[in-house]
């Protein structure tokens, strides 16, 4: 297969496209319309309104008083994500995507999902702007979260089993990028992640940014000064981006993006090329994408958007690692002392902060960001409590 490669949409020297000619047709009438758009005011004010009506925007920045009193360091404080129509950060990004696609025409929408989570998002969004929408999902990702698969039938979403391959996200992926390269005309495809070809990495951030462009001025208002930590949790990378946005050219905020240990893309990944994109990619030993594992089905990917692997390599962010069992733990303590059952993979986002706020003074504030809520998760821990 001949690649075409594209000088746009580099961070450092990762991000730009690495595919076929007739998908970078595609990717180019995209960043086109994206560049048309995104600074349009009508367009922007459209976004604005079905963030506040739809999705519940703006949503708190709750200061978490018996946790920071618990832990004895730096305050903490939980931008609350988890408090958006369908439960995560997910939501924000696809509503921009589909007004994108509506101003381009599209007459129907297409994504692909793993655990279902971004499947269940952009159906939802699908079914309040009356698209017609269609979710690619390997065979066995519909075995294994059958409720996700109804959610989105419910939701009016026409879901394609892949049977190709093994039935996994990349052979979702794969139907969904050729669905693409044939109808790109008239139908859009929404990512969910900062990751995949310019320009998506660029498009997703945008639609993202609302995090940080609200939690800095919930924390200006609140402190009367900017935090000294934001952490969020990295899975392709889309929450954390968001969160990060509007602090990346303020030095003195250290920006943290915590990974699972299984699924440590930034912490030990090399640069490669994975999904027509160039970023940090854990590879096993014959050099092929590794297998990840993770308790958090939203952070199991083996590539990471290239924006992260830019901000890591020139030291800019930091990331780490946490074990299950704290995240456990983080979980179990954020719903004792706050009220608040975080999703798994915000709780990697909490875990970190455990170990992080002891270490600072009481004067000092971290913002963590709480992706989502935990609900889709309870059955899961419930389990491996049992087990343990
Ligand atoms: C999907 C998901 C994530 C991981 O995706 P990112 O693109 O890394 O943000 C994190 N938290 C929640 C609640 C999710 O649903």
């Known amino acids: 297969m001949s690649l075409v490669q594209s000088r746009k949409g580099y961070f450092g020297e990762f991000g730009g496209s690495f595919v076929p000619p007739e998908l970078q047709e595609a990717l180019d009438y995209l960043e086109e319309q994206f560049l048309k758009y995104k600074d349009d005011q009508e367009f922007n004010d459209e976004f604005k309104f079905y963030l506040k009506e739809y999705v519940g925007r703006e949503n708190p920045l709750t200061f978490a008083a018996r946790?920071?009193?618990?832990?004895?360091?730096?305050?903490?404080?939980?931008?609350?994500?988890?408090?958006n129509h369908t439960g995560s950060h997910k939501i924000n990004n696809v509503i921009g995507q589909i007004l994108l696609a509506k101003r381009?025409?599209?007459?129907?929408?297409?994504?692909?999902?793993?655990?279902?989570?971004?499947g269940v998002a952009t159906a939802t969004a699908c079914a309040m702007f009356g698209m017609d929408c269609t979710i690619y999902m390997g065979m066995e990702d519909?075995?294994?979260?059958?409720?996700?698969?109804f959610r989105m039938e419910l939701l009016g979403a026409k879901v394609v089993p892949v049977s190709k391959g093994q039935g996994r996200l990349k052979d979702a992926v794969d139907e969904a990028l050729n669905d693409f390269v044939q109808n790109y005309k008239d139908m859009f495809y929404l990512l969910g992640s900062a990751v995949g070809p310019h320009p998506y990495p660029s498009i997703v951030k945008h639609f993202q940014s609302v995090i940080s462009e609200e939690s800095k001025q919930q924390i200006l208002e609140k402190e009367g000064r900017l935090p000294d930590v934001v952490i969020a949790c990295v899975g392709g990378g889309s929450n954390a981006i968001g969160a990060f946005a509007h602090y990346i050219d303020e030095p003195s905020v250290r920006l943290i993006g915590v990974e699972p240990e299984k699924a440590a893309t930034l912490t030990k990944g090399v640069p490669s090329?994975?999904?027509?994109?160039?970023?940090l990619?854990?590879?096993?030993?014959?050099?092929?994408?590794?297998?990840?594992?993770?308790?958090?089905?939203?952070?199991?990917?083996?590539?990471?958007?290239?924006e992260h692997s830019h901000l890591k390599v020139s030291g800019?962010?930091?990331?780490?690692?946490v074990t299950n069992e704290e995240v456990l733990e983080?979980?179990?303590?954020?719903?004792?002392?706050?009220?608040?059952?975080p999703a798994l993979e915000s709780a990697h986002a909490v875990a970190y902060a455990l170990k992080l706020a002891p270490a600072l003074s009481k004067e000092q504030i971290i913002i963590v960001n709480l992706s989502g809520r935990g609900d889709k998760d309870v059955e899961q821990v419930f389990h491996m409590l049992k087990q343990a």
């Open 67 to 83: 946790l920071t009193e618990r832990l004895g360091g730096a305050k903490i404080y939980l931008k609350r994500e988890d408090l």
């Open 104 to 118: 381009m025409g599209a007459k129907r929408v297409i994504a692909e999902t793993g655990a279902g989570q971004h």
């Open 142 to 149: 519909t075995r294994r979260q059958a409720l996700n698969v």
């Open 273 to 279: 090329v994975l999904h027509g994109f160039k970023c």
């Open 281 to 306: 990619v854990l590879l096993d030993e014959e050099g092929n994408p590794q297998p990840t594992y993770s308790i958090a089905a939203g952070l199991d990917y083996p590539g990471i958007g290239p």
């Open 316 to 321: 800019r962010a930091e990331y780490y690692t």
């Open 330 to 341: 983080a979980f179990q303590l954020l719903s004792k002392t706050e009220g608040i059952i």
